[in-house]
């Protein structure tokens, strides 16, 4: 999360657009920015499954990263549009990278539901998990999500964070949580689309291939820089701040 925001912050000063793509060193449970869920999870059985908690700069609810892969986006406002048209671009590209591994994945319309594109969650969603039902604008297969994604402006930059389900473990969220709840959708995975489960340089390569194909031909590999890891060090300690991870 530090290094996301890190890259934010670069984009800002920098006018650069950065997608980067990852998985997760052990199982986390990440809370939206403004996510309602102080008292809202069974911490001690998080611990015994060893899962940990992170809060995310950009908004939304709550998602298990385990079995899934991350990307995230930072752009400078100013080049990616308002809201819903660099929802739309950042779309375009994860439709062709879906399409690459051979996956008719599809956004919902406008009509389907509503506008799930908010990007600070002025509201402040509670436990309801990100992927318990798609919204407008977002990516699905066979009408069940597949990609759950949030986006979070500030001082002329934007990050975007996305998850994409290689394996459905999202209904385990119903048991971590304190409130009862309704059980928990399927959700699309990649698994079940192609069959088999891909790696996730797999996901990466077609998603940098997107880029490549949709946006810029010459885009770069990210280069380490002292300035970025000095950034990402200095922003790392709110991301371990139980005073962040549970202020709502």
Same mark, same amino acid.
């Given at each position: 999360?530090?290094?996301?925001?890190?890259?934010?912050?670069? +984009?800002?000063?920098?006018?650069?657009?950065?997608? @980067?793509?990852?998985?997760?060193?052990?199982?986390?449970?990440?809370?939206?920015?403004?996510? +309602?869920?102080?008292?809202?999870?069974?911490?001690?059985?998080?611990?015994e499954?060893?899962?940990?908690?992170?809060?995310?700069? #950009?908004?939304?609810?709550?998602?298990?990263?385990?079995?899934? %892969? #991350?990307?995230?986006?930072?752009?400078?406002?100013?080049?990616?549009?308002?809201?819903?048209?660099?929802?739309?671009?950042?779309?375009?590209?994860?439709?062709?990278?879906?399409?690459?591994?051979?996956?008719?994945?599809?956004?919902?319309?406008?009509?389907?539901?509503?506008?799930?594109?908010?990007?600070?969650?002025?509201?402040?969603?509670?436990?309801? *998990?990100?992927?318990?039902?798609?919204?407008?604008?977002?990516?699905?297969?066979?009408?069940?999500?597949?990609?759950?994604?949030?986006?979070?402006?500030r /001082?002329?930059?934007?990050?975007?964070?996305?998850s994409?389900?290689?394996?459905? /473990?999202?209904?385990?969220?119903?048991?971590l949580?304190?409130?009862?709840? +309704?059980?928990?959708? %399927?959700?699309?995975?990649? @698994?079940?689309?192609?069959?088999?489960?891909?790696?996730?340089?797999?996901?990466?390569?077609?998603?940098?291939?997107?880029?490549?194909?949709?946006?810029? *031909? /010459?885009?770069?590999?990210?280069?380490?820089?002292?300035?970025?890891?000095d950034?990402?060090?200095?922003?790392?300690a709110?991301?371990l /701040?139980?005073?962040?991870?549970?202020?709502?």
């Open positions: 999360m530090a290094l996301d925001e890190a890259l934010m912050l670069r +984009a800002r000063h920098g006018q650069l657009w950065t997608l @980067r793509v990852y998985s997760w060193s052990e199982p986390t449970l990440s809370l939206g920015r403004n996510q +309602a869920a102080r008292g809202g999870y069974r911490l001690p059985l998080l611990r499954r060893g899962i940990g908690i992170v809060r995310r700069p #950009t908004g939304g609810r709550a998602i298990l990263h385990d079995r899934e %892969v #991350t990307y995230s986006v930072t752009a400078p406002v100013g080049a990616a549009g308002d809201l819903r048209e660099s929802y739309a671009r950042i779309n375009r590209l994860l439709l062709a990278a879906l399409r690459t591994l051979g996956i008719d994945a599809v956004v919902v319309g406008r009509g389907d539901g509503a506008l799930g594109l908010a990007a600070d969650d002025r509201g402040g969603p509670g436990l309801l *998990p990100c992927f318990h039902h798609p919204s407008s604008g977002e990516i699905t297969v066979g009408g069940r999500k597949l990609v759950g994604s949030a986006q979070w402006r /001082d002329g930059a934007l990050l975007q964070h996305g994409i389900l290689v394996d459905d /473990d999202q209904m385990a969220l119903s048991s949580s304190t409130h009862s709840a +309704a059980p928990i959708p %399927v959700s699309a995975t990649l @698994r079940h689309a192609l069959g088999r489960a891909p790696a996730v340089v797999e996901v990466a390569d077609a998603l940098f291939g997107a880029v490549r194909a949709l946006e810029d *031909p /010459d885009a770069t590999p990210l280069e380490d820089s002292v300035a970025l890891e950034t990402t060090r200095a922003l790392r709110r991301y /701040d139980d005073g962040w991870t549970w202020r709502r």
